[in-house]
């Protein structure tokens, strides 16, 4: 054997024992569900599928309702962004003793209520902030903001935590103050990455505020279950492309701002 070749990686038994009970996690589902691809997949439940696509066709295409689905996907963009806002401020707040810069039991508290903030769905956010707030966008704000901020935060705090502690150090060593060690050395290494989560949690919060909707938090969700509702599958489908538009925008804007943050 060439010494110069570097060596082989040790096995190592507790990757596969965590992939052979991941393994069996997966065979286990399959097991205990009751997937009927039989009938998924018959002559009869195509066609019912085939009948009821062609129900949406054509879109609606006429000025009024096309002016208030533009309205609508306009409120639908300024609850993600608006949510999104107060989760970045919010999770930059919280990151701080989640991170463990004030103290174990500070750190372990703070982590805990993140793990409650993003283990609670939007749709259970949003029915909570729409029985305090009644229905409208203000609830639905509120719901995205709830979880994400949860999501950031220990997406933040472990940025934080992961950051050099060196440059920080030799700051306070010199003199500086703690806050001022903090914006300066350590911040600006984990400002990308935390933009780059900020972006990407944007994108799903665009997505989810569509669904919010549907509960009542108003923008394009709340015209999709609307005229769903009404069976005015038309409508639905110009609420649907206005949608796939909209995350397509979305999307594409915030892929051209990593990339120029990459840069």
Same mark, same amino acid.
Do not use: C
């Given at each position: 054997?060439?010494?110069?070749?570097?060596?082989?990686?040790?096995?190592?038994?507790?990757?596969?024992?965590?992939?052979? /009970?991941?393994?069996?996690?997966?065979?286990?589902?399959?097991?205990?569900?009751? &997937?009927?691809?039989?009938?998924?997949? $018959?002559?009869?439940?195509?066609?019912?599928?085939?009948? %009821?696509?062609?129900?949406?066709?054509?879109?609606?295409? =006429?000025? +009024?309702? &096309?002016?208030?689905?533009?309205?609508?996907?306009?409120? $639908? !963009?300024?609850?993600? #962004?608006?949510? $999104?806002? %107060?989760?970045?401020?919010?999770?930059?707040?919280?990151?701080? +003793? *989640?991170?463990?810069?004030? #103290?174990?039991?500070?750190?372990?508290?703070?982590?805990?209520?993140?793990?409650?903030?993003?283990?609670?769905?939007?749709?259970?956010?949003?029915?909570?902030? %729409?029985?305090?707030?009644?229905?409208?966008?203000?609830?639905?704000?509120?719901?995205?903001?709830?979880?994400?901020?949860?999501? &950031? =935060?220990?997406?933040?705090?472990?940025?934080?935590?992961?950051?050099? +502690? &060196?440059?920080? @150090?030799?700051?306070?060593?010199?003199?500086?103050?703690?806050?001022?060690?903090?914006?300066?050395? $350590?911040?600006?290494?984990?400002?990308?990455?935390?933009?780059?989560?900020?972006?990407?949690?944007?994108?799903?919060?665009?997505?989810?505020?569509?669904?919010?909707?549907?509960?009542?938090?108003?923008?394009? =969700? @709340?015209?999709?279950?609307?005229? /769903?509702? !009404?069976? @005015?599958? +038309?409508? *639905?489908?110009?609420?649907?492309?206005?949608?796939? !538009?909209?995350?397509?925008?979305?999307? =594409?804007?915030?892929?051209?701002?990593?990339?120029?943050?990459?840069?």
């Amino acid at each position: 054997m060439n010494p110069n070749l570097p060596k082989p990686p040790p096995n190592d038994w507790t990757v596969r024992i965590l992939m052979l /009970l991941v393994l069996l996690l997966i065979i286990a589902s399959f097991a205990t569900l009751p &997937l009927k691809w039989r009938e998924f997949f $018959t002559v009869e439940a195509i066609n019912s599928t085939m009948e %009821l696509l062609a129900g949406f066709t054509p879109p609606e295409t =006429g000025l +009024p309702f &096309l002016t208030k689905t533009f309205w609508a996907a306009i409120e $639908t !963009l300024a609850m993600s #962004g608006l949510g $999104t806002l %107060l989760a970045v401020i919010f999770g930059l707040a919280f990151s701080l +003793p *989640a991170s463990g810069r004030f #103290g174990a039991a500070p750190r372990a508290a703070m982590r805990g209520v993140l793990n409650v903030l993003r283990s609670i769905p939007e749709l259970v956010w949003a029915s909570i902030m %729409l029985i305090a707030a009644g229905l409208g966008p203000l609830g639905g704000t509120l719901a995205l903001a709830a979880h994400t901020a949860g999501v &950031l =935060g220990r997406l933040f705090a472990d940025s934080l935590e992961n950051a050099a +502690p &060196l440059p920080e @150090q030799s700051l306070r060593t010199n003199g500086a103050s703690a806050t001022a060690a903090f914006f300066y050395a $350590t911040l600006p290494q984990t400002l990308p990455q935390m933009m780059s989560y900020t972006l990407y949690r944007w994108e799903n919060n665009i997505r989810a505020a569509a669904i919010l909707g549907v509960v009542g938090a108003g923008g394009l =969700g @709340q015209m999709l279950k609307y005229h /769903l509702s !009404l069976f @005015q599958m +038309p409508l *639905a489908a110009t609420v649907i492309i206005a949608m796939l !538009l909209l995350v397509a925008l979305v999307d =594409g804007v915030s892929f051209a701002m990593r990339r120029a943050l990459t840069k």
